[in-house]
């Protein structure tokens, strides 16, 4: 008799994303966690936990704001260009932090240099500038008003008046206002101490070598640095493997000794169990939510444990980061002092649709280049699991619950993930290859900065159409007369040349169906085999378009395997998910694989013939020349 599985607690009891963070902070209700005096140089980015009163006057006298001459306005009522007043010096010169010894008496000048106090009996300074040496004295031509050139006590910051405000989030001006009525230290919130423990068997720390099957913590780090960005003291302990004792005693230990706790990994059913049941034995009222509809992020957990929150994020890093962002964030926050939302919000336009499925909230991220009309949002996501699209992007959009659907052409509220945006210097949209890295590369150097985004061959030309993007690099093959890439542009586009590059077939060394066949006999070995494996790659990309055409119609298995890489092919392959694609000779020699040329073909950059920004332009095309020696080491010809 077969015995039945292990029983699995069922965690999806799902709430709308609006239920759970009502549920969370109503449970947790979170405020600061007391106060603690910090020294001027550890302010920055603290949080004032106290009104700031001026002790004391600043500036603390009246001082010269330029220099010159300490002088009585009365002695140069008459003063003018043609009739200039005599003045004689005192023998006294005053500089900064010299206290005045004599008194200005009618008549008479003392030297003053910028921020030195004003001596007894002068009421302005004049501009040594506006003087004419003259005797044992000067000669002034104009006359002054008093009060001119100087600064009164108290002018500044006045003795008892409020300097900062409960809740100011301190920055460099701050710690200058603190250091100018005298103050060494300032109370502040005390930060949150926050544990962060990765868990799952996979899990290797950066630096160490990778196992088989084994992936790399990115995780941990990204959430210490977000927990960072966001007031709080974070501390990675590090991973643990999916053990019930040693998950256990991690656990406690972390939550005993910092004001928080969160895990990442381990919230989907099976393994999520054995982290559960550890959160649910830590204290009142325990789980609040273990299961929120939204995409990505739907196996969140979050629980408040005798007034701590714990909380166990996805283990994929865009679900993690997103959950963090969207419902944990806002609690710590206001745990630091802080403001429970900290990001920015900003208009764009988006020029593809969005589709979403009904009843959960979906984040879609996207990166923003300007367009004609403004902002422009481009979608860059690349499934939960992906680290590189927050690389990419400055955002995100919200698709409610109830929406399936958002419209091209359709203007967005677009969430960022840094303070502010800054566009790209150029923002270049179409097929991606590893040489342009090189030519990115010298481009950087010029103090020019550029986007990258890998849509396709015809998804650049798409941008590049809308005026969205500066570049679309294309390796498009015109079936009727064999020409890449010309009988592609629209009027008023033009071709940079770019460099040829060898597509070819990508095999296993050693496979039969390849080794000493030419590329007819291997492609026909291949389609009679039902056991091969094919990896394709992503509609709209020129390797697609030069694959299909190289089938002419067939669909063998693994057609609809599209990634949307060359290294991602060649990673398929050579982990043996796959037995052939196509892509170019760099990744293949790079993963050791065996390559059957197809086509040389050209990888070009379309722009408009009029750009919106022609030095730029004509900044690319001097760092590609530049780039001539680079591009061949990796293997492409100019």
Not at 99 to 113: D, E, F, K, S
Not at 347 to 356: E, Y
Not at 421 to 432: D, F, K, Q
Not at 565 to 570: E, P, Q
Request: hydrophobic share 45%; with cysteine; net charge negative.
């Amino acid at each position: 008799m077969t015995n039945p599985p292990p029983h699995q607690d069922q965690f999806l009891n799902i709430l709308s994303r609006d239920a759970a963070e009502a549920a969370f902070l109503s449970a947790l209700q979170p405020q600061p966690l007391g106060h603690e005096p910090v020294a001027l140089a550890g302010l920055p980015g603290r949080v004032l936990a106290q009104d700031i009163a001026a002790p004391v006057d600043a500036p603390p006298f009246d001082r010269a704001t330029v220099d010159g001459f300490a002088i009585r306005s009365a002695d140069l009522s008459e003063a003018s260009e043609a009739e200039p007043v005599t003045l004689r010096l005192n023998p006294e010169t005053i500089a900064c932090g010299t206290a005045p010894a004599l008194t200005v008496a009618p008549g008479t000048a003392t030297t003053i240099a910028t921020g030195g106090p004003l001596p007894r009996g002068a009421d302005a300074v004049v501009m040594i500038e506006h003087t004419e040496p003259e005797g044992d004295g000067i000669a002034v031509s104009r006359a002054l008003a008093p009060g001119s050139h100087i600064s009164f006590a108290g002018s500044d910051i006045a003795r008892g008046q409020t300097l900062l405000r409960k809740g100011t989030l301190i920055g460099a001006r701050e710690v200058a206002m603190l250091a100018a009525v005298g103050l060494a230290f300032a109370p502040v919130w005390r930060r949150p101490r926050v544990a962060v423990l990765s868990t799952g068997d996979e899990l290797v720390q950066p630096g160490q070598p990778l196992p088989p099957a084994g992936v790399y913590d990115s995780n941990g780090p990204v959430i210490v640095a977000a927990l960072r960005e966001n007031g709080c003291e974070a501390v990675h302990l590090g991973a643990v493997a999916d053990d019930a004792a040693a998950l256990s005693e991690a656990v406690r230990a972390a939550f005993a000794s910092h004001d928080a706790l969160i895990l990442s990994g381990g919230t989907s059913k099976g393994a999520g169990d054995l982290t559960t049941k550890v959160i649910a034995g830590l204290g009142a009222p325990g789980i609040i939510a273990h299961g929120v509809a939204l995409k990505p992020g739907k196996p969140l957990c979050l629980a408040v444990c005798d007034g701590k929150p714990v909380v166990v994020l996805p283990g994929f890093p865009t679900s993690a980061m997103f959950t963090f962002h969207e419902l944990v964030a806002p609690a710590l926050r206001a745990m630091a002092g802080l403001p429970l939302r900290g990001t920015a919000r900003v208009a764009a336009t988006l020029p593809l649709r969005l589709t979403s499925e009904l009843g959960r909230t979906e984040f879609a991220m996207v990166a923003l280049t300007e367009g004609p009309e403004g902002l422009v949002a481009h979608p860059v996501g690349k499934g939960s699991g992906a680290v590189t699209a927050f690389a990419q992007a400055d955002g995100f959009v919200t698709i409610p619950a109830l929406t399936d659907t958002i419209a091209p052409g359709t203007s967005a509220e677009v969430t960022l993930f840094g303070p502010h945006v800054t566009p790209p210097g150029l923002a270049i949209i179409g097929s991606h290859c590893t040489g342009l890295d090189a030519v990115v590369g010298r481009l950087s150097e010029r103090g020019i900065s550029a986007r990258i985004l890998a849509t396709g061959s015809q998804g650049g030309l798409a941008a590049l159409h809308r005026r969205e993007c500066d570049i679309a690099p294309i390796h498009l093959l015109h079936a009727e007369s064999g020409t890449y890439n010309a009988p592609f542009l629209s009027e008023g586009m033009r071709l940079i040349p770019g460099w040829r590059r060898m597509q070819g077939l990508l095999f296993r060394k050693g496979d039969a169906r390849f080794e000493g066949r030419d590329l007819g006999q291997a492609l026909a070995a291949l389609l009679a085999d039902p056991q091969a494996i094919m990896v394709n790659r992503n509609q709209g990309s020129g390797t697609r378009v030069l694959l299909d055409r190289l089938l002419n119609g067939t669909r063998p298995q693994g057609y609809w395997n599209q990634p949307a890489s060359h290294n991602a092919v060649a990673t398929a392959i050579a982990q043996n998910r796959a037995d052939w694609g196509m892509a170019i000779r760099p990744v293949a020699q790079a993963l050791g694989l065996g390559f059957l040329p197809v086509a040389d073909e050209h990888y070009d950059f379309a722009v408009w013939e009029t750009p919106r920004n022609p030095a730029t332009i004509a900044a690319f095309e001097a760092a590609l020349s530049e780039s001539a020696g680079a591009l061949a080491q990796i293997g492409f010809e100019r």
